[in-house]
């Protein structure tokens, strides 16, 4: 006969408040537009709705030429860009430069550097049915798959971020995704690999390749696991992502060169 023994425990629950932390999110690329860094306060645990957005700050980037751009807050004065701050005046990031972003709030001082490595050419894309989508769709008329082709670099080690589009309104097959990789998990050739979604006819699919450093690869591979956590007793405890910006500011502040190509589906 096997018996069963449980105890009652009464488990009091810390409540303490935590400080709001800074979070900044920013991307410089080799495009020249008005480059964006978003800055924002974290939600306690208590507290609901979005991150509250900070538009007091002082926000420069510079590089290692001794470039300096100064980055205004929400320009259009639209709500929905509220702790979105602009570079005033245009730039591209130029390969191999480093650049560092410098946020000042409330008399913090919070920074963050990040070179800007080269990305390879996307080759082609192409389309083709998904016989078993177009047997049982999930939504009428999605069974296109769209898949994109370019050739890796051997000579350097290299880390990229994708980020895939249909109709200008990015698309994750699953909400949590994020798709990066390094060199070795794609290989030399990139070879007709399936992008996220389907696609029906007169869609528009485009693919964004960033190249990132590898601080980059361990920051996206941080979050990703954190989204990702199932909770159960053999998932680790969630921990902030590893990240290159200074003052335990949450974030990470990315420079990338950025290759794009679409296809229409026909």
Request: charged share 25%; net charge negative.
């Amino acid at each position: 006969m096997l018996g069963l023994l449980a105890c009652e425990e009464t488990v009091t629950l810390d409540t303490k408040q935590i400080d709001p932390q800074i979070v900044i999110e920013g991307l410089v690329t080799d495009e020249t537009k008005s480059h964006y860094v978003r800055v924002t306060r974290s939600v306690g645990f208590y507290d609901f709705g979005r991150a509250r957005g900070v538009a007091d700050a002082v926000v420069t980037v510079s590089d290692n030429e001794g470039n300096v751009f100064n980055y205004v807050h929400n320009p259009g004065d639209m709500p929905e860009s509220d702790g979105y701050y602009y570079a005033e005046t245009p730039f591209a990031g130029e390969v191999g430069n480093t650049y560092t972003l410098t946020v000042i709030v409330g008399g913090e001082t919070y920074t963050g550097s990040d070179v800007l490595q080269p990305v390879t050419a996307i080759d082609s894309l192409s389309v083709r049915i998904d016989e078993d989508e177009f047997e049982d769709p999930e939504d009428v008329g999605y069974y296109h798959e769209v898949l994109f082709y370019a050739k890796e670099p051997k000579d350097r080690k290299d880390y990229y971020l994708f980020k895939f589009y249909r109709n200008d309104s990015i698309i994750l097959d699953q909400e949590n995704d994020i798709y990066f990789a390094n060199d070795e998990v794609l290989g030399e050739n990139i070879d007709g690999i399936p992008i996220a979604g389907f696609y029906k006819n007169g869609d528009v699919a485009r693919v964004e390749m960033y190249s990132i450093t590898r601080q980059g690869y361990v920051y996206y591979n941080d979050l990703f696991n954190i989204l990702n956590n199932d909770g159960g007793m053999f998932s680790p405890p969630p921990a902030n992502p590893r990240t290159n910006l200074s003052n335990d500011a949450l974030g990470f502040f990315q420079v990338s060169a950025m290759v794009s190509k679409s296809i229409v589906i026909e």
